[in-house]
């Protein structure tokens, strides 16, 4: 099942859609409970926190497209 998760990027033209990429996986131990976010390498973009609940099972992604808000890109990509 793919997942769609957000990264953000704040330098232009590092991804593009339909570009394959490979991730590292970060682990946060929070008062909320355990997140993880993840990296696109070599550090091009970073997620949000995610809850253990929605931890990818796969660290590669195809990038579905790329917006330009407030100052930052933001990136949507598809995770296996």
Known sequence: MKQEVSFRMERPD????????EMSESKLNT???TMYYYT????????DNIPALRRLTSLH??????????SV????AYCE
């Open 73 to 76: 890109y933001t990136v949507v």
């Open 14 to 21: 590092l991804l593009k859609a339909g570009d394959e990429v």
């Open 61 to 70: 992604a195809t990038v579905k497209e790329v917006k330009y808000e407030n």
């Open 31 to 33: 008062l909320a409970g």
């Open 40 to 47: 696109i390498e070599p550090a091009l973009a970073m997620s």
